[in-house]
C-alpha cells in the first residue's frame, strides 16, 4: 500500500487506483521508461469529459492509453489507463473524465502545469530541452491550462479603471484588442481582432452591471473603442492615452527628419545626408537619455538645420505636456497648440488637427492623471510574447501564453501550492 501511494505521488496520480509497475528497456536493457498503470474509482468513473455528468458507459473508446508524466530523475514516465467512452446528454460519445489529465490531454494535469510554469518562468530553449516536446506542443498544453483556468476564475472582479489598445502580432494586419486594468497592472483580456464586434465580446463578458462600474477607459484615439465604451460604459470617461499623443509627434518629426535628409541627399550635401541619418536616435530620445555623442547631434543640428530643430522642440514641448499633467499640463497644451498650427511644418500642422479633434479625451487624460506606465509594461511584454509564440503557429496559444504570463492565470509549480 506504502508502495502505492508513492508511486502515485510520484506521478501525480493520487486520485486514482494504482495497479502496476513496470520498466520498459531499451535495446541497450537500460530502463527507458516507467510505466505507472492505474484505474479511475469507482465515484470518478462514467463522467462525461468535458463537464463530468454522469453518463450512460458507450464503449472501450481506443482501449489503453498511455499520458506522459513528469520524468523520474532522468527517465521518462507514463500513466497508463483505461480511456473508456461514455454518452453525455449535452456532449454526446466522449472521452470519460480521468482525474490526472485535462479533456484531450496526452499529458497529465502536472505535466501540463509544470509546462505552463515553465513558460511563464523561463525561457523556451530551457522548457523544450527540459520537458522534452516541442514548441507546438507546448502551445497545445498551454492553450488547455489557461483555458481552463479562465473558466474558474472572475478575472473580472473590481474593475474601475481600464487601458483599451491594439497590438499587432502578425504580418498582413493582425490585430489583438488588449484590456488592462490600470490599478492592478495585470492583463485581463485578450482576443484577437480590432473592431467594434470584438470590443463588445469583452463587454459582454464583463456584464452590464460591472459595466457600469466602469469610470475611466484610457484608449488610442480609434473610433471603434470610443463607440463601443460610449455605448456599452454610460459612466466612464473616454482618456486619451499619453502614449499615443507622443507618438504623432515622434512620427511627425521622423518625417520632417527625412524629408530634410531627401533634400540633402538630392542638392547632393553628402555630409549633411549622412550626419542625419545618424541623427535619428538623438531626435528620438528624451533629452536626459541623450549620451555625449547624440548631445553633439542635437547642437549640430541646431545651428545647422533651424526647420528640423523646430521640429525637435515641437515634438519635445508635447512630451513636457503629458509631464505636466493636470491644469498645468491643459495650459500648456492650448501654447503648444498655438504654436503648431502656424509652425509652418505641416507633418505639426496635422498632428495639432489630431489633437484638436480629440481634445477632451487628451484633457480628460491630463485631469484624471491615469498612469501609463502599467499599460505601457504590459503592451511592451506583450509585444515580445507575440515572438516567442510565433512558433505556435496558433492564435489561441499567443493568447493563453498572455494570460499566464501577464493575466494572473499561471499554476503554481506541481506540488508546492
Ligand atoms: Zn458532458
Known amino acids: 500500500m506504502r508502495n502505492a501511494r508513492v508511486w502515485a505521488g510520484l506521478l ?96 497529465t494535469r502536472s505535466f501540463d502545469d509544470t509546462a505552463a510554469w515553465l513558460v511563464a518562468h523561463t525561457a523556451k530553449s530551457t522548457l523544450v530541452a527540459l520537458l522534452r516536446i516541442s514548441w ?61 464586434a470584438t470590443l463588445h465580446s469583452f ?32 459612466h466612464a470617461t473616454i482618456c486619451m492615452d499619453p502614449f499615443h499623443v507622443c507618438q504623432w509627434a515622434s512620427r511627425a518629426l521622423d518625417e ?9 541627399r538630392r542638392n547632393g550635401q553628402r555630409a549633411i545626408a549622412i550626419e542625419l541619418k545618424g541623427a535619428r536616435f538623438a531626435l528620438w530620445k528624451n533629452p536626459e537619455d541623450l549620451t555625449e555623442r547624440q548631445q553633439d547631434k542635437l547642437a549640430l543640428i541646431e545651428k545647422t538645420n533651424h526647420r528640423l530643430y523646430r521640429a525637435y522642440l515641437l515634438k519635445e ?16 497644451l492650448d501654447h503648444w497648440l498655438a504654436w503648431a498650427r502656424r509652425c509652418r511644418i505641416p507633418a505639426f500642422v496635422k498632428v495639432a488637427a489630431s489633437i484638436t479633434a480629440t481634445r477632451s479625451a487628451i484633457d480628460a487624460g491630463l485631469l484624471h492623471q491615469l498612469s501609463n506606465a502599467r499599460v505601457e509594461s504590459v503592451n511592451t511584454r506583450l509585444r515580445l510574447l507575440t515572438r516567442i509564440a510565433f512558433g505556435f503557429r496558433s492564435a489561441p496559444a499567443l493568447i493563453a501564453l498572455a494570460m499566464l504570463s501577464l493575466g494572473g492565470l499561471c499554476p503554481p509549480l506541481p506540488g508546492r501550492s
Open 136 to 196: 507546438r506542443t507546448v502551445g497545445r498544453i498551454i492553450t488547455r491550462v489557461s483555458t481552463e483556468a479562465e473558466a474558474s476564475r472572475d478575472g473580472f472582479a473590481g474593475l474601475r479603471r481600464i487601458g483599451i489598445d491594439e497590438i499587432s502580432y502578425k504580418r498582413g494586419h493582425r490585430y489583438l484588442t488588449v484590456v488592462v486594468d490600470h490599478d492592478s497592472g495585470r492583463l485581463v483580456w485578450i482576443a484577437i481582432g480590432r473592431d467594434e
Open 317 to 332: 514641448q508635447l512630451r513636457q505636456v503629458f509631464q505636466l499633467r493636470g491644469s498645468a499640463g491643459i495650459r500648456l
Open 12 to 107: 501525480g496520480v493520487k486520485e486514482a487506483i494504482f495497479e502496476d509497475v513496470s520498466v520498459e528497456e531499451d535495446e541497450d536493457g537500460d530502463a527507458a521508461a516507467i510505466v505507472v498503470s492505474v484505474r479511475v474509482r469507482r465515484r470518478d468513473g462514467g463522467r462525461c469529459g468535458i463537464c463530468r455528468r454522469r453518463g450512460p458507459g458507450y464503449d472501450r473508446g481506443e482501449g489503453r492509453r498511455r499520458w506522459r508524466a513528469l520524468d523520474l530523475g532522468t527517465i521518462r514516465s507514463f500513466v497508463e489507463a483505461e480511456a473508456p467512452r461514455v454518452r453525455c446528454g449535452a456532449h454526446g460519445v466522449v472521452v470519460a473524465w480521468v482525474p490526472w489529465a485535462r479533456h484531450g490531454a496526452r499529458s
Open 256 to 264: 520632417v527628419r527625412r524629408e530634410v535628409w531627401n533634400a540633402a
Open 203 to 234: 463587454f459582454d463578458r464583463l456584464g452590464a452591471e460591472r459595466c457600469l462600474a466602469i469610470t475611466l477607459v484610457s484608449a488610442d484615439a480609434a473610433a471603434w473603442i470610443a463607440n463601443v465604451v460610449a455605448e456599452r460604459c454610460p
